[in-house]
């Protein structure tokens, strides 16, 4: 058995759907078919949910350019009186229901039940459309299967249990072919959770692991994993192979072609990953597995904009030591925020975290009950792995670095962005 993931740039309009229709009909034996919420669908989602938990009245203009979106695209593949109109109308409905009700007090919860409609409306277009067009395939609502704990908006996974429903629910002798939803699931009491924002990567691993797949394919608007971005260098090129621990370690420093819980759950079952390209699923694209020989990567260069970088000094001018870092860890864990990059002195704490996060300012409240903070917002951190000092030369340049550092593989830089100079 084999997993394919559609992402949103792959189902973001009637072209995309019939090429997943044509990519899925070339394959022959057993599959799973894991999409996300078509083109920028989840964004649209979550202003809808803000809308709703303010109860701003621009819901309904958001609910209608929802409809209007997946009904033009709907409206180019199908006949007028296909089912399909009836099983997206019930979903429609659905959550209007929920935006005319009273919101609960808790954003999360509201949040993984508005968004997850994104996928639940893609699967249901799919589904119908591989049928109509004769590649007979199952629709499963994942939310019934995958179970998680009610971590809403980033659930954790009981694998235990998700692995004894997966097993009943995708039963290849009633089926060659499911279709389901990447980046949503349930917990035990049925109510919908969310696993990450573009967590559906992540999913087609998981469902990999649980199900003993032979290989999972990422299929992407670019030819593979790259050495860089291709929207941000035009010289990027593909890496043919890389091992898990590459994959695992680029998507950590924030590569966005894969999500980067994607690797932990294929990894421990040395299960192969491709990531391919939608448009020319002829290419070969890149594999990622286990690899014991040396592999000479070229230079992987990585941008991560947005960042907040911060540097805390105790009030009382004491060493950062053991506690005050467990104690700024504990911060940072309470906020579920991320650090990207770390960098201590005597008596001072430097760190990047994401600088789009709601819960900032709270967060920095915290901190300045026991730290003096200093922080440069709309930093970018560049990571280069494999570096050399010549793509150094090509990349930084002279620019001067807010923080800087160096290990044997990795280079990573802190700069001004030239915008928020
Ligand atoms: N190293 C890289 N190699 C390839 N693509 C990359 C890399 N880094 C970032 N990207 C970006 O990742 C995008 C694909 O990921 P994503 O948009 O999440 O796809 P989807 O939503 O379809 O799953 C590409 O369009 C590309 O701009
Ligand atoms: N639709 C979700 C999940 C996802 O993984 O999407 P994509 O595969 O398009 O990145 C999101 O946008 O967060």
């Known amino acids: 058995m084999k997993v394919f993931k559609f992402g949103g740039a792959s189902v973001k309009d009637a072209t995309g759907v019939k090429n997943l229709s044509s990519i899925v009909h070339q394959q022959q034996g057993q599959l799973i078919v894991v999409v996300s919420a078509m083109g920028?669908?989840?964004?649209?989602?979550?202003?809808?949910?803000?809308?709703?938990?303010?109860?701003?009245?621009?819901?309904?203009?958001?609910?209608?350019?929802?409809?209007?979106?997946?009904?033009?695209?709907?409206?180019?593949?199908?006949?007028?009186?296909?089912?399909?109109?009836?099983?997206?109308?019930?979903?429609?409905?659905?959550?209007?229901?929920?935006?005319?009700?009273?919101?609960?007090?808790?954003?999360?919860?509201?949040?993984?039940?508005?968004?997850?409609?994104?996928?639940?409306?893609?699967?249901?277009?799919?589904?119908?459309?591989?049928?109509?067009?004769?590649?007979?395939?199952?629709?499963?609502?994942?939310?019934?299967?995958?179970?998680?704990?009610?971590?809403?908006?980033?659930?954790?996974?009981?694998?235990?249990?998700?692995?004894?429903?997966?097993?009943?629910?995708?039963?290849?002798?009633?089926?060659?072919?499911?279709?389901?939803?990447?980046?949503?699931?349930?917990?035990?009491?049925?109510?919908?959770?969310?696993?990450?924002?573009?967590?559906?990567?992540?999913?087609?691993?998981?469902?990999?692991?649980?199900?003993?797949?032979?290989?999972?394919?990422?299929?992407?608007?670019?030819?593979?994993?790259?050495?860089?971005?291709?929207?941000?260098?035009?010289?990027?090129?593909?890496?043919?192979?890389?091992?898990?621990?590459?994959?695992?370690?680029?998507?950590?420093?924030?590569?966005?072609v894969i999500h980067p819980k994607t690797i932990k759950p294929i990894q421990n079952k040395q299960i192969p990953l491709y990531v391919k390209s939608f448009l020319h699923p002829e290419y070969k694209g890149t594999v990622i597995q286990e690899i014991d020989e040396h592999l000479t990567l070229p230079p992987i260069y990585i941008n991560k904009e947005n960042q907040c970088l911060l540097t805390l000094t105790p009030r009382d001018f004491s060493f950062i030591a053991e506690e005050k870092l467990s104690h700024i860890f504990a911060v940072l864990a309470k906020y579920k925020l991320k650090l990207n990059l770390m960098q201590n002195s005597a008596i001072s704490f430097s760190f990047c975290v994401d600088g789009n996060s709601a819960v900032f300012n709270e967060f920095l409240d915290q901190l300045r009950e026991e730290f003096e903070v200093r922080y440069n917002q709309n930093v970018k951190l560049i990571t280069i792995r494999h570096y050399n000092e010549d793509i150094i030369r090509e990349i930084i340049g002279d620019t001067p670095s807010l923080v800087e550092q160096r290990s044997r593989t990795t280079a990573q830089f802190v700069l001004r962005n030239h915008a928020s100079q």
């Open 40 to 256: 920028k669908t989840t964004n649209l989602l979550e202003t809808l949910c803000n809308a709703y938990f303010h109860q701003d009245p621009q819901a309904t203009a958001i609910m209608k350019e929802l409809k209007n979106f997946h009904l033009d695209i709907v409206n180019t593949l199908f006949p007028l009186n296909d089912s399909v109109y009836k099983h997206l109308e019930e979903l429609f409905t659905s959550l209007e229901n929920i935006l005319s009700s009273e919101s609960s007090l808790c954003y999360d919860y509201e949040y993984d039940r508005i968004i997850s409609f994104g996928e639940l409306i893609s699967t249901t277009i799919i589904s119908d459309y591989l049928n109509m067009e004769g590649i007979e395939n199952q629709f499963i609502d994942i939310r019934k299967f995958l179970k998680t704990d009610q971590n809403y908006r980033n659930a954790n996974i009981d694998l235990e249990l998700s692995e004894q429903l997966c097993k009943d629910a995708f039963d290849f002798n009633t089926s060659s072919l499911f279709v389901t939803q990447g980046f949503i699931a349930g917990t035990r009491t049925n109510q919908t959770t969310t696993l990450g924002r573009e967590g559906s990567d992540y999913t087609a691993a998981l469902l990999a692991n649980l199900l003993n797949a032979e290989d999972v394919t990422i299929w992407k608007d670019v030819p593979g994993v790259m050495n860089a971005d291709p929207k941000e260098y035009e010289n990027a090129q593909v890496i043919s192979r890389m091992s898990y621990k590459e994959a695992i370690e680029l998507s950590h420093f924030g590569a966005k």
